[in-house]
């Protein structure tokens, strides 16, 4: 039987590595990629460029199942981290048409992921996590929850928000329980900060949604107060988002008594 995720590739059976070496497409952005993504950044006496970035380096080895999703399903529907060097990089590539694009940052295991993929059919969901085993961990429940319209990308998504998104193409952006980076000194790490939340709001066609939530009482003040200076966004606090479903981290954060707050920002 043909695998409902390989049909959506144009008909060809072919998984997402032999569609992009394959791809004809403009790239929806720009063909050319003057700055080179993190990681990738260099002096020119070789020594690498540092950065801050939202999220630390975690361990890579997968457990035996992880191991097995990874293989089952990496070729369709993990997106090479080199795909994105080359001009000409296009999401309609990757999944294989062109419908309402959904971006989540810091899918973690995947466990919204792939229950609020399944429940939207009709929409592409790109997922982005550093973290392998999350990714392959991800695969497997993707699998389970028969979620063939979702692609994960290893890049930071910070960069690719940039470089890989158009203005105006995201009809919603996830965020959810995005690393709190409590000390001070890292604070500019946290991913919702006035030029991330500038990006965003351009990246999001106008009434696309922002939502996201935490258990980090301070961050969430914090996020209220830099999503409410932006003047391209509109929102605030809500009820919880019926739809999301409790993560690992939420539950970590009810196990220690903390609020969970969600908020819910449009785009002008
Ligand atoms: C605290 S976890 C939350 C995971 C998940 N959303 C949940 O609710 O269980 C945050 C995740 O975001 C990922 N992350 C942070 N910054 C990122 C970035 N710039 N690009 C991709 N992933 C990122 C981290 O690797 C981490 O797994």
Redesign the pocket.
């Known amino acids: 039987m043909v695998r409902p995720d390989r049909l959506l590739c144009r008909g060809f059976r072919q998984p997402v590595t032999e569609m992009l070496l394959a791809s004809t497409y403009p790239s929806p952005v720009s063909d050319h990629r003057p700055l080179a993504r993190p990681h990738q950044r260099f002096t020119d006496d070789g020594r690498r460029v540092s950065e801050v970035?939202?999220?630390?380096r975690?361990g890579s080895r997968f457990t035996p199942s992880q191991q097995g999703s990874w293989d089952a399903h990496q070729q369709d529907w993990v997106i090479p981290d080199a795909a994105v060097d080359g001009a000409g990089f296009d999401l309609a590539d990757v999944f294989g048409r062109r419908a309402p694009l959904i971006v989540?940052?810091?899918?973690?295991?995947g466990?919204?992921t792939a229950a609020l993929a399944a429940q939207r059919p009709d929409h592409d969901i790109l997922a982005?996590?550093?973290?392998r085993p999350?990714v392959a961990h991800t695969l497997g429940l993707l699998a389970g929850a028969g979620a063939s319209n979702v692609r994960l990308l290893?890049?930071?998504?910070?960069w690719?928000m940039e470089h890989l998104i158009a203005p105006g193409q995201l009809e919603e952006l996830w965020t959810?329980?995005?690393?709190p980076w409590p000390k001070t000194k890292h604070h500019k790490r946290r991913?919702v900060n006035p030029e991330f939340a500038r990006l965003a709001a351009s990246r999001l066609k106008p009434g696309g949604v922002w939502r996201l939530?935490t258990d980090w009482a301070a961050y969430a003040e914090r996020m209220v107060a830099v999503l409410d200076q932006e003047p391209g966004l509109l929102g605030g606090r809500v009820e919880r988002w019926a739809d999301r479903p409790v993560?690992?981290?939420?539950r970590k954060g009810v196990a220690v008594e903390r609020d969970i707050v969600d908020l819910r920002y449009v785009a002008r």
């Open positions: 970035l939202t999220y630390a975690r989540e940052i810091g899918s973690g295991i466990e919204a982005f996590e550093v973290w999350g290893g890049v930071d998504a910070v690719s959810f329980f995005p690393d991913i939530a993560t690992k981290f939420e």
